[in-house]
């Protein structure tokens, strides 16, 4: 992303996600919440973008860090009763904030101790650690262990899931492509070299650790009030797994293309489920003629991922020149 | 090619807008059908069990429609997979009450998924049938859930009388899932009835659902020499626990809920598991007619015998066509007033009464593992 265009990229964007949340009750609430969805995997996966595609540091624990968020901001916002919408939107800013904090304190605590390592050897660290999370959530009574927390108030809307993913954009965006951020493309491209040149590459692998777990922890906090109802298990190694894919498919290091990926892996399961209930269709008699996709919904996707992996290897939507 | 972020996301999110709100919602009663939502977990690591109780569920269907329906209409049942995965029941509910605009809803066998539910069709106001869920807070969301199961402590309750009362244990060891919300519930209810019974509790050790190995639990238990031991978990689990229990030389009977209830048990665990107990909610060889002739059709229809989660499918569809008919009509307020009053359902699974909790009252069975197959042993009425 051009920096000059960033501003007026984030002013615009918390504009219309503003506008999006007025209209927001003619929605139907089946889409809504898609949206809200799509939201979410945008911050989730453009901060991961920040970690895996500009600073090069496999992580596959980035719904740990969610998960950290998710219930800090929950167990916040439970105790408060009903609130009218000011105080209301004000302790879910407060809440999601808190989230994030917590999620980065997270990432700083693993980070830390961890990011001396490289390649293969910090993936299955952080993927250690993300599972480590699960399993403290699942034993800690307070907030429910294997049974879950319900989430009281339901405060996500378009506003603040698209107004916050503009902001997760601008930062990542901005971050990069300032004097500070070509660090983390400089720990990307060539570790050692970096290092020669005297860039504390371990510093900035633990700052890219820290603000994506922060933005997780915020997406996780957005989560929560959209579902209103959190088991450990929805935070576990697959969940990282989808958000590494979006990351991939869109090309790591490469923020339009990780939106449009997330965007795509989302609305791909729902789309394929719609299609298998149309119950009619031009050309066929039988009732719900596409009703076959429905069974083989996940077999499709995961078709699609192959199929784009072997054809688009440098990510779906790469239309630059990977900088290298 | 260069696309600006900013240009991109407006044309997107306009697109996108412009398509959710050109879905409009169609009345759960409109036209010659009433519509019925399911959400089941079809695939993933659950799916023995949301499969069955699709199939019981889908049977009932079936029968009410040849029978003419119900209100003079068809039954038209939508049903969604939620891959076992949490934060996908949400999604499924919202769209088979918003878009598709179903009259009720029908599921889920895992109380975890039941309560991520629950509050959409509270919120919406469509009643809710949980066939299976065990867990109480399901049916606490509000006074549009229902379920035609029995709840944790009862089944915790009744192994612990059973334990006591009919093998006469004095010192057992409990064996749970900590993963699982279901098996934490069944063991505290559990402990509680033996130390009511005046039981001892010999050792009291956990696992993780997923886990492989449990020898170091079971050498643990072992050492405390209980007389009995109560694993109140899902099968896979069980199979390979008392596996081995055996080979570590531990004799005692083991006994627990039904999450053994599936066909899979005997495959995993074999011959470790004869003489081996749980509690469940129906048996094939209960002789009374009406569970005859739905084995007779299930088997008919899907050529095996139905088990627990089969049956509670069945019962929920059923209890469901019966209350719509009570209310004469499918609108929400009134099928929920219909089922609150539920009295004396005659369900496959026993004769159902709903309770003030919205929850079944209605009796457990017992069954026994005997060279391969479960034997039905006894039923204990609430």
Same mark, same amino acid.
């Given at each position: 992303m051009n920096f000059r265009h960033a501003k007026t990229f984030l002013l615009g964007a918390l504009a219309a996600s503003f506008l999006a949340a007025l209209v927001a009750s003619r929605i139907n609430p089946y889409w809504l919440y898609i949206f809200y969805d799509i939201g979410i995997s945008i911050v989730m996966a453009v901060s991961l973008n920040l970690i895996n595609g500009y600073t090069g540091q496999f992580s596959l624990g980035h719904a740990g860090f969610m998960a950290v968020g998710a219930y800090t901001s929950a167990v916040i916002t439970n105790q408060f009763g009903e609130l009218n919408f000011f105080a209301a939107n004000g302790i879910f800013a407060v809440a999601l904030y808190a989230g994030g904090l917590a999620a980065a304190l997270a990432g700083l605590l693993v980070g830390i101790p961890t990011l001396r390592l490289r390649g293969d050897y910090l993936a299955i660290v952080t993927l250690g650690f993300g599972e480590i999370i699960r399993v403290i959530l699942q034993n800690m009574d307070k907030v429910g262990a294997a049974r879950g927390l319900s989430v009281n108030h339901g405060w996500t809307n378009l506003f603040w899931t698209f107004g916050l993913a503009a902001v997760t954009i601008y930062v990542v965006a901005s971050l990069v492509n300032s004097t500070y951020g070509r660090g983390f493309i400089a720990v990307h491209d060539d570790e050692v070299a970096a290092e020669a040149m005297g860039i504390n590459t371990t510093k900035y692998k633990v700052t890219a650790f820290v603000i994506g777990a922060f933005f997780a922890g915020i997406a996780g906090g957005l989560y929560a009030h959209s579902k209103q109802f959190l088991t450990p298990g929805g935070f576990g190694f697959m969940q990282s797994i989808t958000f590494v894919v979006m990351v991939i498919l869109g090309g790591m290091g490469n923020t339009v293309g990780v939106i449009l990926a997330a965007i795509l892996l989302t609305l791909l399961p729902e789309g394929l489920r719609m299609l298998s209930g149309i119950e009619h269709l031009p050309g066929f008699t039988a009732e719900r003629p596409l009703g076959w996709i429905g069974d083989t919904r996940m077999i499709i996707y995961s078709l699609l991922l192959i199929v784009l992996m072997l054809t688009r290897p440098q990510g779906l939507f790469s239309f630059r020149r990977k900088r290298n | 090619?260069?696309?600006?972020?900013?240009?991109?996301?407006?044309?997107? +999110?306009?697109?996108?807008?412009?398509?959710?709100?050109?879905? /409009?919602?169609?009345?759960?009663?409109?036209?010659?059908?009433?519509?019925?939502?399911?959400?089941?977990?079809? !695939?993933?690591? @659950?799916?023995?069990?949301?499969?069955? $109780?699709?199939?019981?569920?889908?049977?009932?269907?079936?029968?009410?429609?040849?029978?003419?329906?119900?209100?003079?209409?068809?039954?038209?049942?939508?049903? @969604?997979?939620?891959?076992?995965? +949490?934060?996908? /029941? *949400? !999604?499924?509910?919202?769209?088979?009450? $918003?878009?598709?605009?179903?009259?009720?809803?029908?599921?889920?066998?895992?109380?975890?998924? $039941?309560?991520?539910?629950?509050?959409?069709?509270?919120?919406?106001? =469509?009643?809710?049938?949980?066939?299976?869920?065990?867990?109480?807070?399901?049916?606490?969301?509000?006074?549009?859930?229902?379920?035609?199961?029995?709840?944790?402590?009862?089944?915790?309750?009744?192994?612990?009388?059973?334990?006591?009362?009919?093998?006469?244990?004095?010192? =057992?060891?409990?064996?749970?899932?900590?993963?699982?919300?279901?098996?934490?519930?069944?063991?505290?209810?559990?402990?509680?009835?033996?130390? *009511?019974?005046?039981? %001892?509790?010999?050792?009291?050790?956990?696992?993780?659902?997923?886990?492989?190995?449990?020898?170091?639990?079971?050498?643990?238990?072992?050492?405390?020499?209980?007389?009995?031991?109560?694993?109140?978990?899902?099968?896979?689990? =069980?199979?390979?626990?008392?596996?081995?229990?055996?080979?570590?030389?531990?004799?005692?009977?083991?006994?627990?809920?039904?999450?053994?209830?599936?066909?899979?048990?005997?495959?995993?665990?074999?011959?470790?598991?004869?003489?081996?107990?749980?509690?469940?909610?129906?048996?094939?060889?209960?002789?009374?007619?009406?569970?005859?002739?739905? =084995?007779?059709?299930?088997?008919?229809?899907?050529?095996?015998?139905?088990?627990?989660?089969?049956?509670?499918?069945?019962?929920?569809?059923?209890?469901?066509?019966?209350?719509?008919?009570?209310?004469?009509?499918?609108?929400?307020?009134?099928?929920?007033?219909?089922?609150? +009053?539920?009295?004396?359902?005659?369900?496959?699974?026993?004769?159902?009464?709903?309770?003030?909790? %919205?929850?079944?009252?209605?009796? *457990?069975?017992?069954?026994?593992i005997k060279n391969g197959a479960f034997k039905y042993v006894e039923t204990v009425a609430p």
């Open positions: - | 090619m260069k696309i600006w972020p900013g240009q991109f996301l407006a044309a997107a +999110a306009g697109a996108v807008l412009l398509a959710g709100c050109n879905q /409009s919602a169609s009345p759960g009663a409109g036209g010659d059908t009433i519509k019925i939502g399911e959400f089941a977990s079809l !695939t993933g690591s @659950e799916a023995t069990f949301g499969q069955s $109780s699709h199939r019981g569920t889908q049977l009932a269907i079936d029968e009410l429609n040849a029978g003419g329906g119900v209100l003079g209409k068809k039954i038209q049942l939508l049903t @969604e997979d939620n891959q076992s995965q +949490a934060g996908q /029941s *949400a !999604t499924v509910v919202r769209k088979l009450i $918003s878009s598709d605009g179903v009259a009720a809803i029908l599921g889920e066998v895992a109380s975890s998924r $039941s309560l991520e539910a629950a509050p959409i069709c509270q919120q919406n106001k =469509v009643p809710m049938i949980s066939p299976s869920s065990t867990n109480p807070k399901v049916t606490e969301t509000g006074d549009y859930i229902f379920r035609v199961c029995f709840i944790d402590p009862f089944q915790g309750t009744v192994m612990a009388n059973f334990a006591r009362q009919t093998l006469k244990l004095q010192n =057992v060891a409990v064996l749970k899932d900590v993963k699982s919300d279901y098996s934490l519930g069944l063991a505290k209810f559990f402990k509680e009835g033996v130390a *009511a019974g005046g039981g %001892r509790l010999a050792a009291e050790q956990n696992y993780s659902g997923g886990d492989k190995d449990f020898n170091a639990q079971l050498t643990a238990i072992k050492a405390a020499n209980p007389d009995g031991i109560f694993v109140p978990g899902y099968y896979t689990e =069980v199979g390979l626990i008392a596996l081995q229990a055996k080979q570590l030389g531990i004799t005692v009977p083991i006994f627990g809920g039904d999450g053994w209830e599936s066909s899979s048990l005997v495959t995993i665990g074999g011959a470790a598991l004869e003489g081996d107990y749980f509690s469940t909610h129906f048996s094939p060889e209960d002789t009374a007619p009406a569970v005859q002739n739905f =084995v007779k059709s299930y088997q008919a229809k899907f050529n095996e015998t139905p088990d627990a989660m089969a049956a509670l499918g069945y019962d929920s569809a059923m209890m469901l066509a019966d209350a719509m008919k009570k209310a004469g009509a499918t609108d929400g307020a009134k099928v929920r007033d219909a089922l609150a +009053a539920e009295k004396n359902f005659p369900g496959v699974t026993g004769t159902i009464t709903m309770d003030a909790h %919205r929850d079944a009252s209605k009796p *457990a069975v017992i069954l026994e």
